[in-house]
């Protein structure tokens, strides 16, 4: 009998084929259906004007923050992927499984390109607030560049042209390629550690989009914006821009230019200190003749010390007399003061004034004395009317009078009338003087 497979072995079978005769493959095409669920997976599919492929591009585990050469996919644009062949065994479709995407043309690269730089812009990598000045002397310059190409004999020659006694240190790398931008950031690396380094140059000449490619790389920008020492970029033309002169402290529209900005002219600089030299001796000789001038102005300004000495001697003899006078005038004021003093003192012997208010306080004292009298008699007579009308409205006068006050034994309540008694019962009587217990025998009505 002929060997039946299952759906399963027959897509497991073909998968293994697949797998083991495709390996890895470059795949080029246009991305489209475009989905990222929250797995963080990128699923899209590869097509170009005759096929199409599913292709699924796997978050990797422990992705860095950024990584070299990455751009955001998006619908219709033209990627070339690196990818492993194979089969979803649960629908039984072959599709690509991609390691890592590059974009495709100028208009793919330069889509890459705006995207890193939009990206690094609002992270604020290319603030001014975080450029370094570019020292005005430096004593050594790195310079990260081919050690074989024109730009590097450019840059020599201008500096030794501009100011011979400067050191350059040389970080070679590759400045095109898939391995330059790791170069350069060893190079960078490299001239931070080996000290006394001023000021570094990233340079390169002109080239395409593909050529500058390495300097548009994410790591590297983020190496730039890192480094302790200041960078200038001279990557390409004038024309040329790229992320590195973004997020350099400062750009060179040329390598030639870029060691213009880093050293000074030699030639100049002695020209300006000469003439600075010369305009340093004519303001001396001139500020000598000034002050020359002053010194005989003021000696002839200068008077016979003797007859100055007589002046003042003049002046103290009066200012003498002067001060006497007032001396006396301070002293004879300073007197008449005293006696009005004492006159006023005497006026307010403190005897007398014992002795008046003496007289002052027995008067007070009189006058409280008959007032308190006064209102004591007024009080002793309102006090017995009182007692007086309070003896008249009192209960007991009516007792003396024959009256009595009947009240129940049980409940010690007045009795006022013959219906709130029964036969038998006690009840308290009081009168005048005294009273007495009785018991009700008979009652009346009215």
Known sequence: MK????????????????????????????????????????????????????????????????????????????????????????????????ESVEPRGVGALQKAFEQLKARLAAEGLF??????????????????????????????????????SVDILIAPARVQGAEAADEIIQGLRKLQAAGNIDVIIIARGG?????????NDEALAREIFRCRIPVIAAVGHETDFTICDFVADLRAPTPSA??????PDATELISRMRDLQTRLLFGCRRLAADKLS??????????NPRLILIDLQIH??????????????????LSNGIRQMEIRLQHRNPQDIIAEKRFLLNNYQKDILNSYNTIQTAR???????????????????????YSITRSFATGGIIREAAQLECGEAVNVQLSKGGFQAKVE?????
């Open 258 to 263: 870029a060691a213009e900005l880093a050293v």
């Open 294 to 303: 002053h010194i005989i102005e003021l000696q002839e300004r200068l008077k």
């Open 3 to 98: 060997e039946i497979l299952t759906v399963s072995q027959l897509n497991s079978n073909i998968k293994d084929l697949l797998e083991e005769v495709f390996g890895f493959v470059w795949v080029e095409g246009e991305i489209s259906n475009l989905r990222r669920p929250q797995s963080g997976h990128t699923y899209f599919t590869l097509k170009d004007d005759k096929s199409q492929i599913r292709a699924v591009y796997f978050k990797p585990f422990g992705r860095p923050k950024y990584q070299r050469a990455d751009f955001e996919l998006e619908e219709g644009l033209s990627v070339v992927c690196r990818a492993r062949l194979s089969v979803y065994l649960p629908r039984g479709e072959y599709q690509l499984i991609v």
């Open 207 to 215: 080239g395409s989009l593909e050529d500058l490619a390495p300097f």
């Open 380 to 402: 002793k007579e309102r006090l017995q009317k009182n007692l007086a009308l309070l003896n008249s409205l009192s209960p007991l006068n009516v007792l003396e009078r024959g």
């Open 442 to 446: 008979k009652i009346y009505a009215e």
């Open 127 to 164: 603030d001014e607030r975080h450029k370094k000045s570019i020292p005005f002397l430096p004593q050594k310059i790195g310079v990260v560049t081919s050690p074989t190409g024109a730009v590097i004999k450019d840059i020599l020659h201008v500096t030794r042209r501009r100011f011979p």
């Open 316 to 333: 103290l003899d009066d200012l003498r007399e002067r001060s006497q006078g007032a001396w006396r005038w301070t002293t004879q004021s």
